[in-house]
């Protein structure tokens, strides 16, 4: 086997590679939906708050009734966040009453 090999081995994606911005504003949890071309399936998803120190943190949840609780994972400003994830499992973001945010998302096929 050539080197090559053992180095596609080690990275986590193979087919596709999106940045996507996410804008956020109020408590009401937004879906996140895949942005990945020809089905791919996701292998990987990271989460970057862009948001200025003015916004307050962003939150990620997988239900739709996620509040600011222990069922939601802060997303603290300026921070980069490795989140686990599936292909059929659903992922919402938002942010406290009244702040708005700005994510970009990192979806690895």
Known sequence: MSIDYYLR??????????ITT???SGITPTLFSSQLAN???????SVYNN???ASGESYYSYSAAA???????AIPVGSMLQIPVSSDIPVYFFCKSGEKADLR???IA
């Open 67 to 73: 509040t600011v609780s222990a069922s939601s994972m």
């Open 9 to 18: 081995l080690m990275v986590q994606g193979d087919k596709e590679g999106k």
């Open 39 to 45: 089905g791919q399936t996701r292998k990987r998803l």
């Open 105 to 107: 998302v990192e979806e």
């Open 22 to 24: 996410v804008p956020l």
């Open 51 to 53: 948001s200025n120190t």
